[in-house]
Nanobody, 124 residues
Framework: QVQLVESGGGLVQAGGSLRLSCAAS????????MGWFRQAPGKEREFVAA????????SYADSVTGRFTISRDNAKNTVYLQMNSLKPEDTAVYYCASRTLRTISGREYEYAYWGQGTQVSVSS
């Protein structure tokens, strides 16, 4: 089994920054791609960002490109999401997810393991 635990969420004003962390345990973290997704109230969960096992390849949703950065530290079994220039529409529960393959993906159903989520709220 894989355990993913997110942290770093909170309340921030528009234009501010937050850094989310996702600590993984239970399998070889460095072998698989990781992703971040989010779900706003009343909406479906959507893709935010993904990163390859080495960190050399990343992918972002259009809505966060240029503002968010995904990264990982394989020595610490942790993936990060640096969020800058936050907007009220970024308010959501943010989920960390892990694939069982090395290729990155923006498709929710291609992720096998999920964390419990961390709340991010951006006030205007």
């Amino acid at each position: 089994q894989v355990q993913l635990v997110e942290s770093g969420g909170g309340l921030v004003q528009a234009g501010g920054s937050l850094r989310l962390s996702c600590a993984a345990s239970g399998r070889t973290f460095s072998s698989y791609s990781m992703g971040w997704f989010r779900q706003a109230p009343g909406k479906e969960r959507e893709f935010v960002a993904a990163i390859s096992p080495s960190g050399g390849r990343t992918s972002y949703a259009d809505s966060v490109t240029g503002r968010f950065t995904i990264s990982r530290d394989n020595a610490k079994n942790t993936v990060y999401l640096q969020m800058n220039s936050l907007k009220p529409e970024d308010t959501a529960v943010y989920y960390c997810a892990s694939r069982t393959l090395r290729t990155i993906s923006g498709r929710e159903y291609e992720y096998a393991y999920w964390g419990q989520g961390t709340q991010v709220s951006v006030s205007s």
